[in-house]
């Protein structure tokens, strides 16, 4: 590991954390009638919420206490944590395959296997490595070795598909970009910043919709956008990491007005939104994150899934 103070790293990595659960929380706020969420997008109101994150946010709580307690990532040792943070408090809109495999690892089949054999022997090709890994990337900003590495063990004990994987890196070295602008006090354009993630990623479909999002201009009709990036309607890491990671290139000194573009879109609203705020929330500028969110988001430091 290279000579920066552990304690940095870890602000870092807790930054990120609180990056995803305000995203988190945001986004899951603009669930239910549509014809008002719309409304509420469009005059930048925030619908009447108790802020509380998901599941993006209490698994990514696992993934930032095993950096915290060695710097890396013990598989067996994360698995158990989302599995017993899980059984603290199922209602945080956990997906039915994800339940299945916490379900099966608990009732003694390896994770291995079981990672494996899902979607008949495919693997999950979800969003929900993706929406974990900020911290990872925040923590070893400075290693993107070390970040890929740490994104694809946080990943494949869940989701072995490489889309999924792929995804998961994508963020992780998106936020690791971020965590590294903040340090070298650099700016990066948005094409920089996609393509510099993309000379990370292994090919796969989520890379090149990743790619295309480079021809995506920022003013564009969010439908059109929609239809070309997706909005994680579906739940995959295609449908969902392309448009987080443009959302996030034209927004990187602007958390607050990452989150209103990234909510616009609609579809999977609190993943999307948890990702772009794990990522920009490190490298904007203080100014442009809310006060008022930072003090009305569940605090994940006094929740039940964190271990003292």
Same mark, same amino acid.
Request: net charge negative.
């Given at each position: 590991?290279?000579?920066?103070?552990?304690?940095? =790293? +870890?602000?870092?990595?807790?930054?990120?954390?609180?990056?995803?659960?305000?995203?988190?929380?945001?986004?899951? %706020?603009?669930?239910?009638?549509?014809?008002?969420? @719309?409304?509420? +997008?469009?005059?930048?109101?925030?619908?009447?919420?108790?802020?509380?994150?998901?599941?993006?946010?209490?698994? /990514?709580?696992?993934?930032?206490?095993?950096?915290?307690?060695?710097?890396?990532?013990?598989?067996?040792?994360?698995?158990?944590?989302?599995?017993?943070?899980?059984?603290?408090?199922?209602?945080?809109?956990?997906?039915?395959?994800? =339940?299945?495999?916490?379900?099966?690892?608990?009732?003694?089949e390896s994770?291995?296997?079981? /990672?494996?054999?899902?979607?008949? *022997?495919? *693997?999950?090709?979800?969003?929900?490595?993706?929406?974990r890994v900020c911290?990872?990337?925040?923590?070893?900003?400075?290693?993107?070795?070390?970040?890929?590495?740490?994104?694809?063990?946080? $990943?494949?004990?869940?989701?072995?598909?490489?889309? $999924?994987?792929?995804?998961?890196?994508?963020?992780?070295?998106?936020?690791? @970009?971020?965590? &590294?602008?903040?340090?070298? =006090? #650099?700016?990066?354009?948005?094409?920089?910043?996609?393509? &510099?993630? @993309?000379?990370?990623?292994?090919? %796969?479909?989520?890379? %090149?919709?990743? /790619?295309?999002?480079?021809?995506?201009?920022?003013?564009?009709?969010?439908?059109?956008?929609?239809?070309?990036? *997706?909005?994680? +309607?579906?739940?995959?890491?295609?449908?969902?990491?392309?448009?987080? +990671?443009?959302?996030?290139?034209?927004?990187?000194?602007?958390?607050?007005?990452?989150?209103?573009?990234?909510?616009?879109?609609?579809?999977?609203?609190?993943?999307?939104? $948890?990702?772009? *705020?794990?990522?920009?929330?490190? %490298?904007?500028?203080?100014?442009?994150?809310?006060?008022?969110?930072?003090? #009305?988001?569940?605090?994940?430091?006094?929740?039940?899934? =964190?271990? &003292?």
């Open positions: 590991m290279n000579h920066i103070e552990i304690a940095y =790293r +870890i602000e870092n990595a807790r930054k990120a954390l609180l990056g995803v659960s305000i995203g988190d929380a945001f986004g899951d %706020s603009f669930f239910g009638d549509l014809e008002q969420v @719309l409304g509420n +997008i469009y005059l930048r109101q925030i619908p009447e919420t108790k802020w509380e994150f998901t599941d993006d946010t209490v698994m /990514s709580i696992a993934v930032f206490e095993e950096l915290e307690r060695n710097g890396g990532i013990d598989q067996e040792n994360l698995i158990k944590q989302f599995c017993i943070n899980h059984d603290l408090d199922a209602n945080r809109g956990y997906g039915a395959t994800l =339940r299945r495999l916490l379900r099966e690892v608990q009732n003694g994770w291995q296997e079981v /990672s494996k054999k899902a979607f008949e *022997g495919q *693997g999950s090709m979800g969003n929900g490595a993706a929406m911290p990872i990337g925040a923590f070893h900003f400075d290693d993107f070795q070390k970040v890929k590495e740490l994104a694809v063990k946080s $990943a494949e004990i869940t989701h072995s598909n490489i889309e $999924a994987i792929t995804g998961a890196v994508a963020v992780a070295i998106g936020t690791a @970009l971020t965590a &590294k602008m903040k340090f070298d =006090r #650099s700016i990066l354009t948005p094409i920089d910043f996609i393509d &510099k993630i @993309l000379n990370e990623l292994p090919d %796969s479909d989520t890379k %090149s919709k990743i /790619s295309k999002s480079k021809s995506v201009p920022y003013n564009y009709n969010i439908e059109t956008v929609k239809s070309i990036l *997706g909005n994680g +309607i579906n739940m995959t890491a295609q449908d969902t990491v392309p448009f987080a +990671i443009w959302c996030t290139a034209y927004n990187l000194q602007n958390f607050e007005e990452g989150l209103w573009k990234a909510v616009s879109i609609l579809g999977d609203r609190d993943t999307i939104c $948890a990702i772009v *705020g794990g990522m920009s929330i490190l %490298s904007s500028e203080d100014l442009n994150i809310p006060q008022l969110w930072v003090n #009305s988001v569940e605090s994940f430091e006094k929740s039940v899934f =964190r271990r &003292k």
